[in-house]
């Protein structure tokens, strides 16, 4: 068994909650909205499943705020155009049943993974609170009050009851004795955010014609979407002769009131969709209200529930329900020992008066943080536990969804692995090409990260002493190349194959050293030397002597460690000397790149590591490969993507460039986030080690825009840190005015380093 490393103490809160759905009808359909409430009765939470009247005309964009709000995970057409709810579904990206599928076994849905009222509300009426339901045939306003319910056929004892007077329902609404209510037993709000405070919530009576769909529609979703945990809102809902015949009219309404323990000002909000203004005030005259004297509405200020003087309210045909941020279900926080790989995790389900037969579990903590949310990244978490659950696992905002059979073989235990980013990042690359391998810069970039620091990179001037010190071979040859031929390549030779020709052939030349003096044009030895030591102390940098060799005409690098007292040529075993200072008293100490770093500056992937070590100091749970070739199906064509990894969460790919100004050609950016696109990228990358400009930047936005990416730019402000602040300390100094001895090195080398060491790479 390969050895598992302790990750360490980690908690995850898990709430178990049902699924729920959203119901389409027919505008204005009594049978549509009897068949929803029927289903919705016998569901656990089903008061809280909204009903979407399907017209021609309906306000698409605040029905998809209140599905959105609703938190609901299917739409079940009940009656209305196949056509309208298919597009309605796809707008807000949930899976279409019809109702009458709702129960079939095949194909099997989130959508059924609930329980019956009674499951989770124990008696359901029995005992000396009578339960109530509604006559299927009565009244729309009763039904959408108290709810259709059907007693399983196994059915013992005590079950919900038609009241004898529907006046019953009438206090029903206030004291959660109905059907809807029960089924509401064990499923709550976790968390709640409203816009307004408690005491402004004033309470809402709705007065109806006795079977006005709209009526029963707006009041039913306003239920739905009102808090059931924390805020207490009562909403009423009353048919016309209530105020006229009933004798506890007002009782009710007050009774409603007194039970939320707070009044505002003021206290009822009167609405309706099939009544007159004149018909709502005369309610509220039979019910006792004053008219509000202000008329301004909900405001500051409340007092006792029990307080003398009447009940204030007002007419308001536009009241909406406040709108609030919220998640469901009841949960608890558990505690577990977490590996590098499987590691078992003992669920605790929160208290509940019965555990239903199937719910939704959601578990968030410290584990998932840093994932990205993709669905073949929550089977990677629950592989090993899915005999528990028999649809897969997937991510629902920051939570893991898993439907389950609940108790479970074994229950509670239920395993779950934690990938390691590198199989993550790994699955993301198999799940979206054919193939895909490091790239040339990949693999070495790799090799670079496993063996050093590259955080190191961030410090001053330690990217710019590196490509200083890069030995031109790569792109020298390039250069030469395309200097033969006229300005350009072969016709016989691609791009491609040129840069494979010149990374195997670009030229044989010594790698080149420096003093501190003389790495950086416009930087002092005392500027350049701690980027130099950094360097040094992570391997990429080796400290020497220089040695002219006056028989044989080499210059030669001499390691610390091998020199000696005296100073014998390496290539002839003449006697030399050593390099001196300009002043030729001291010795001088140069620096030059280990061999398998100055071929990495070479082939350009400084730039890339560079990225990597700033996105890491961000998110140090960042896992990132510095370069990748990836084919995808039906396109033969390699492609390569010089960043891909998570970051942030997220899943991360984009472009590196050496000078901005490189974004501008030949559709480079619409390129790179087609790229991106296709990678199932969360965040496109735009990076270069220079300056970005506005026009640039705008334009990968835009594209990023239609193409549902975020773009994360990163240029010369993160990625060369304190450089702007060290050029200003300098104050951008000349060259120094002792002119340094020339070095035979530099009469072959192609160009010299300028002041901003640009990190040079093949274009």
């Known amino acids: 068994m390969a050895h598992q490393e302790y990750v360490g103490h980690r908690l995850i809160e898990v709430s178990v909650l049902p699924a729920r759905v959203v119901y389409v009808i027919d505008e204005g359909s009594t049978d549509g909205f009897r068949a929803a409430v029927r289903t919705a009765s016998h569901r656990w939470g089903g008061m809280t499943e909204p009903i979407i009247e399907v017209g021609s005309d309906e306000d698409s964009g605040s029905i998809a705020k209140l599905v959105s709000i609703a938190d609901v995970q299917a739409v079940v057409n009940v009656d209305a155009d196949a056509s309208r709810a298919s597009l309605l579904a796809a707008a807000w990206k949930l899976p279409l049943i019809a109702i009458g599928d709702m129960e079939s076994a095949s194909p099997m849905g989130i959508w059924e993974f609930t329980s019956r009222p009674e499951s989770v509300a124990p008696g359901m009426g029995a005992g000396v609170d009578p339960c109530y339901r509604a006559d299927p045939e009565g009244p729309l306003w009763a039904v959408a009050v108290a709810g259709i319910y059907d007693p399983p056929k196994d059915s013992t004892g005590y079950t919900p009851i038609v009241p004898m007077q529907l006046t019953a329902l009438g206090t029903a609404q206030a004291s959660s004795a109905t059907v809807l ?48 945990s924390h805020v207490d809102m009562p909403i009423l809902l009353f048919p016309e002769e209530a105020a006229e015949h009933w004798l506890n009219f007002a009782n009710d309404i007050r009774f409603a009131q007194v039970r939320s323990q707070v009044r505002p000002l003021p206290d009822v909000i009167l609405v309706s969709r099939s009544l007159s203004d004149a018909a709502l005030h005369s309610a509220a005259a039979r019910a006792d209200l004053v008219a509000d004297p202000d008329g301004s509405g909900v405001r500051w200020g409340a007092r006792s529930a029990e307080s003398d003087g009447s009940l204030t309210y007002r007419v308001d045909r536009g009241f909406e329900p406040e709108l609030f941020r919220r998640r469901w279900g009841l949960t608890k926080s558990n505690s577990f020992h977490q590996f590098t790989g499987p590691s078992r995790y003992d669920v605790v389900l929160p208290p509940l008066q019965r555990v239903p037969g199937k719910a939704l579990l959601r578990l968030r903590g410290e584990p998932f943080d840093r994932l990205p949310r993709k669905d073949s990244v929550a089977w990677m978490i629950t592989e090993k536990g899915r005999s528990k659950s028999p649809l897969p696992a997937c991510w629902h905002g920051d939570h893991l969804q898993i439907p389950a059979y609940v108790p479970w073989l074994g229950f509670p235990e239920l395993t779950l692995s934690i990938p390691q980013p590198r199989e993550v990042v790994s699955q993301l690359l198999n799940e979206v090409t054919r193939s895909n391998a490091p790239s040339i810069p990949g693999m070495i970039g790799l090799t670079v990260m496993e063996q050093s620091d590259i955080s190191a990179l961030l410090d001053v001037l330690v990217v710019e002493a590196l490509a200083a010190l890069k ?41 080149k050293f420096r003093s501190a003096t003389n790495v950086l044009s416009g930087w002092t030895a005392l500027d350049a030397t701690p980027g130099l030591e950094t360097a040094c102390a992570q391997g990429w940098v080796e400290r020497g002597l220089g040695l002219d060799c006056d028989q044989c005409r080499l210059h030669s690098f001499i390691p610390l460690h091998a020199t000696s007292g005296s100073a014998v040529c390496p290539a002839c075993s003449a006697p030399a000397l050593y390099q001196r200072e300009n002043n030729k008293k001291a010795v001088e100490v140069v620096y030059r790149l280990n061999a398998f770093i100055d071929r990495a500056v070479d082939n350009g992937v400084l730039p890339h590591l560079l990225v990597v070590a700033a996105l890491k100091a961000i998110d140090p749970s960042t896992h ?26 997220k899943v991360l790919a984009g472009e590196v460039k050496v000078k901005a100004e490189e974004f501008s050609k ?51 402000p ?13 104050g951008r100094r000349q060259k120094p005015t002792s002119t340094p001895r020339p070095r035979r090195e530099d009469s072959r080398t192609a160009s010299e380093p300028g002041v901003d060491a640009s990190i040079d790479t093949p274009s």
């Open 181 to 228: 209510m029960k089924g509401m037993a064990g499923f709550e709000e976790n968390w709640a955010m409203y816009d307004r405070h408690q005491h402004e919530m004033p309470v809402v009576v709705v007065v109806a014609e006795p079977d006005s769909v709209a009526d029963c529609v707006w009041f039913w979703n306003a239920r739905a979407m009102r808090s059931h």
């Open 471 to 511: 030995t031109e071979r790569t792109e020298h040859f390039l250069k030469e190349l395309r200097r033969l031929n006229g300005g350009g390549y072969p016709d016989w030779l691609p791009l491609e194959e040129a840069k494979e020709l010149a990374r195997e052939f670009g030229g044989r030349q010594e790698r």
């Open 624 to 649: 990132l490969l510095p370069g990748v070739d990836v084919c995808f199906d039906g396109d033969d064509v390699k492609q390569e993507v010089d960043v891909f990894g998570i970051h942030d969460g």
């Open 666 to 716: 030949n559709d480079q950016i619409a390129r790179d986030v087609e790229l991106s696109r296709r990678l199932g990228a969360d965040i496109h990358l735009m990076a270069a080690t220079d300056v970005i400009d506005d026009a640039l930047q705008d334009e990968a936005r835009d594209r990023c825009e239609r193409a549902g990416l975020e773009l994360l730019v990163l240029h010369e």
């Open 718 to 730: 993160e990625l060369r840190p304190g450089l702007a602040e060290q050029r200003t300390v300098q």
